[in-house]
Every structure is written in C-alpha cells, then in structure tokens.
C-alpha cells in the first residue's frame, strides 16, 4: 500500500499566510523603538529664553562670553521671579558659576567672531536658594500619571509611534513644578497600556491595576491638535487640560506656529501653560484623587475599636515637670485655606511656641510639627477646648473638628 500526503488545497495557503501576517502586527505592535526618555527632573531651578548676542575675537571665545552673560541675565530673572525686581544682589562670574548646574541651548548660531543664542540656565536650589531665601518646604500634589494625547490628521496618538508632543513632555523640566508628574518611556508594554484608547475608559477596576503599575494615585491627560494650514505654514496648536477617569476638563487655549520649524517651541509654551492650568487646580482644591480610585483596605477590628473607645481617668505616677516638647499633629488637609488655618489655630493656643507644615498632603492628611510648653495631656486638653475630637498615640496627636470622625493615628 503506497501512503500519499493529504492534498495541499489554495485557501490552506491563504489561512496560513495571514496567520502568519497577524502575528507579524501583533509583534510590531509591541516592539520598535518608540520611547522617549524624560530627562532628568531634579529640583533645579529654571531660567528659559535669555537671548545672549555677543561678538569676540573668535567663536570659542565668543560663546564663552556668550554663556557667561546669559549666567547674568537669568540670575536677574530669577530673583525678579522670586523676590521681586528691586535689590538684585551682584554676584561676580565666579559665585555665579558656583551656583550655576547647567546650560541648556535652545537655540544658537556661531559665527567666526559672534554668537547669538536663546539659552536655558539650570541654578543649583541649594546653593541658589540660600541666597534667594526660598523656603525648603514646596507644596506637591499626589503622583498623577501623564498619557500626552495628540491628534493630527485626524488620528489620535499617545506612545504608539513617537510624536512632537510626547517629546516635548519628555524634555518638559517637572522639579520646579507643584504636580508631581509620573513619565514613561514609551518602551515594552507602555503603547499597549497607555494609547490613546485609554482616555476613554470608564472602568475604575482597569484604572487601579493601571494607576498601580506606574506607581501613581490618579491620571491627567494633555491634548494638543495639531492643524497645517499647507506645507510649510503656520500651525494651528489647541491645547487641553484633562484630568481623572472621567477625562474632566481644567482648561483650553491656543498658540500659532509660523511654520514647522517653529512647533518644537510652541509646544514647550503650551507644556509650560498647562503645567500652570494644573497648578492652578491644585491650588483650587479641585485636583485631587478621585477617591473612586482608592482600593479599600479589610476592616480592623482592633483599630476601630480603640478609634470608638472613650477617655477614662489615668493615674499619674511621678509624672515629669511639664517642659518644652516637640509633638506631631496629623490633620485634614482638603484645600490650601485649610493649611493656614490649622496652622493659625495652633499658634494661637497658649504655650504652643511654633506650629509649621512639614508633610503637605492637598486633599488628604498633612502632617504639623509642634513644639509646645506641656506635656500631651495638657495638649490634647488644649486643642478639645477650641472643638478639635484628638486621638494620641505617644507624642503623635490626630485631630479633627467635631462633626468629623477621626481616623486612626498613623
């Protein structure tokens, strides 16, 4: 008996084939080289657009003197942002560079004996902030993750192929800014999880396995439209700034573009603008946490039952002469007024010798260092005379107006 192989029919080949094709798309889909790295996000401060145009002997020594006196010109810049335009301290080209991190070049052009640049200067915070006084505590809101959303012709993109708008948010300097942004590359499984589908996902199941891969509390999405009048003219850009599972909006504008090679620097303003509508909102009250987001803990019976307890009279036994203390209070933060409040409030209460926020949290709960002329009884009998409920656990105090139940001391 003679064995014969089974007949290869046309649409077996097909079927393979296009088998074959699928799983080619499936891998392109998830590989290539689509990621931007961010740049590092330090707590520098920045000084952008100083326009330098300087002439020497030759070009190296012209972007020298060039550099040196951008130096100058961002350090007035900064003070004038920061304490105001009078009393500009001088400070000679060496202290200058001592306080100086880097220089960033925007754009230039060198010639034989001149340079003419717009350059970006990076001043170290600690060494620039002594001398400009700023406070080191700086309001920060949670982690919130961006998904940079770009629609042009007609097609919205987010990480799936590189684009002028996740660049810019790659190079966007974040250590100055109040939001705490949390950035991806836009490698490995990155374009499958944060397309530009995802934006429009209501699920609060999917966004906490979401939220929880990239380490973040909730999500803000900038949405810029890019629109050529023809090749090579101006550029239409409007911009947005979205924010939450619900995709709410914070607020809108426009910038123009005089041609393509002038979008790069509209999109950094516009980044710049939105990273100020965000603020904004934080001040507002009206960015924070969805708290449809928060995956509930398991109830502790233990912690709810000293939560519910009540005060009983405790005997004393060679109890300390009361002296100066140092407590730590947990309160409710829910916008910026709260914050001055509280701290008022305790300034005010007799023996309590300072009252500063040393752990900021907007819309959660912050945490106040206190020092006080008493011991933690004479304290907590303070702050429930002006109507706070107090739970204390060793020199750690949880306070809450009356009407609110306390939480816990953490």
Known sequence: MTLSLPQIRPFHIVIVLLLGLAAAILVAQIEGERGVPPIASGGDFQVSNVKVDVAAANADAARYAGWRQAQRLAWKMLWTRTNGGAGVPALSDSQLEAIVSGIEIQSEQAGPTRYVATLGVLFDRARAGQILGVQGRTMRSPPLLV????WQGGTATSYETINEWQKGWARFRTGDSAIDYVRVTGNAADPLLLNAAQAGRRSRNWWRVLLDQYGAADVII????????????????????????DDALIGSFSLRASNEAAVAEMIDQAIQRIDGLYTQALLDGTLRPDPSLIIEEPVDVDALAIENSTDVPVDIIDAPVPGVNAFVIQYDTPNVTSVSQSESALRGIPGVQSASTSSLALGGTSVMSVTFAGNVDALRSALQSRGYTVTTSGNTLRISRKGATAAPVQ
């Open 147 to 150: 998904i940079p959303i770009l």
């Open 222 to 245: 900038p949405i810029a439209r890019l629109e050529r009048q023809f090749p090579g003219g101006p550029v239409l850009g409007r911009f947005t700034a979205r924010y939450g599972p």
